[in-house]
T-cell receptor, first 115, second 112 residues
Framework: NAGVTQTPKFRVLKTGQSMTLLCAQDMNHEYMYWYRQDPGMGLRLIHYSVGEGTTAKGEVPDGYNVSRLKKQNFLLGLESAAPSQTSVYFC??????????????FGSGTRLTVV | SQELEQSPQPLIVQEGKNLTINCTSSKTLYGLYWYKQKYGEGLIFLMMLQKGGEEKSHEKITAKLDEKKQQSSLHITASQPSHAGIYLCGADMAGTASKLTFGTGTRLQVTL
């Protein structure tokens, strides 16, 4: 089925460890996003990309890096995980040519715990 | 500061009652999206509003965007336990092109 796929779905990290979250979309969408969701905070934008090879900072970029080497993939990296990065991470993609109904497609989320 | 304010937080209603959730911004909203989220799950798209005064309905849920395009409301008629969850508004806002800004979410509980 077409959509946004996030891997892994769950992960527990120790403080200081590194990891990469993968987001893949098969809809040929131009824009891709990484959000984090914490209790009572809604979703906050970490980084986003408006095209292959381009990335930009969002509202809460510190401690994260991203790469978009291929149009269909958007990777979120944590170089040295901290307990404050315990959160649920959502990836989204957007078809900027058709915003009529639902321009954004969200993945099912990655639940990350840093101990 | 939160650019999109949602109220109330949280919201507890008795089954069968009507309810309204509001989403307010100080900036013009170029696109306003409503999502529903069950605890621990992803976002389910409900509706998108773009034009001032626009109103859309789906089953028992109606969403409106005011004429000034700075406030939206989500109204549920005759609430059911299946309506329980977190309702999130997200918006394309003036000065934040290409990015969806979210409100804090409203947790809705429907009691029997």
């Amino acid at each position: 089925n077409a959509g946004v796929t996030q891997t892994p779905k769950f992960r527990v990290l120790k403080t200081g460890q590194s990891m990469t979250l993968l987001c893949a979309q098969d809809m040929n969408h131009e824009y891709m996003y990484w959000y984090r969701q914490d209790p009572g905070m809604g979703l906050r934008l970490i980084h986003y990309s408006v095209g292959e090879g381009t990335t930009a900072k969002g509202e809460v970029p510190d401690g994260y890096n991203v790469s978009r080497l291929k149009k269909q993939n958007f990777l979120l990296g944590l170089e040295s995980a901290a307990p404050s990065q315990t959160s649920v991470y959502f990836c989204a993609s957007r078809n900027v040519r058709d915003r009529a109904q639902n321009g954004y497609t969200f993945g099912s989320g990655t639940r990350l715990t840093v101990v | 500061s939160q650019e999109l304010e949602q109220s109330p937080q949280p919201l507890i209603v008795q089954e069968g009652k009507n309810l309204t959730i509001n989403c307010t911004s100080s900036k013009t909203l170029y696109g306003l999206y409503w999502y529903k989220q069950k605890y621990g799950e992803g976002l389910i798209f409900l509706m998108m509003l773009q034009k001032g005064g626009e109103e859309k309905s789906h089953e028992k849920i109606t969403a409106k965007l005011d004429e000034k395009k700075q406030q939206s409301s989500l109204h549920i008629t005759a609430s059911q336990p299946s309506h329980a969850g977190i309702y999130l508004c997200g918006a394309d806002m003036a000065g934040t092109a290409s990015k969806l800004t979210f409100g804090t979410g409203t947790r809705l509980q429907v009691t029997l």
